[in-house]
């Protein structure tokens, strides 16, 4: 048996947005960096909150965790897996930094 991917690549994750599938987006940046940029639709559960702000997080359907180059989302998708038992959690693989370089190069970098 295959087991679920872990992350989405910014190509695919475009492709998928594009299709209009029905996809949660968790930004675990900072306000002030989600301020300044963020990809449409997405909604900000700072890292420094993120286990008191589980309950906003799906349980059912897609969800993909964003930050600046995936390490800080890579870890909020290892919690929501390993301690809460989810297996609808995507980490976006290298952050709105790859989005910007790899999809998106009108998109804010910093």
């Known amino acids: 048996m295959e087991s679920a991917p872990l992350e989405i690549s910014p190509e695919e ?8 599938d029905d996809l949660q987006l968790i930004d675990v ?5 989600f301020e300044y940029c963020h990809l449409p639709g997405s909604q900000l559960v700072p890292l420094s909150e993120f286990t008191r702000r589980t309950a906003e997080i799906r349980e059912e359907g897609p969800v993909v ?13 290892g919690y929501l897996r390993h301690r809460l038992g989810r297996t609808n959690v995507l980490n ?10 790899q999809v998106d190069p009108t998109f804010p970098t910093y």
């Open 92 to 101: 976006l693989r290298g952050g709105v930094a790859a989005w910007a370089a």
């Open 29 to 33: 940046r900072e306000e002030m960096e």
């Open 65 to 77: 965790v964003i930050c600046h180059h995936g390490v800080r989302s890579g870890q909020a998708a």
């Open 13 to 20: 994750l475009h492709r998928r947005l594009q299709a209009g």
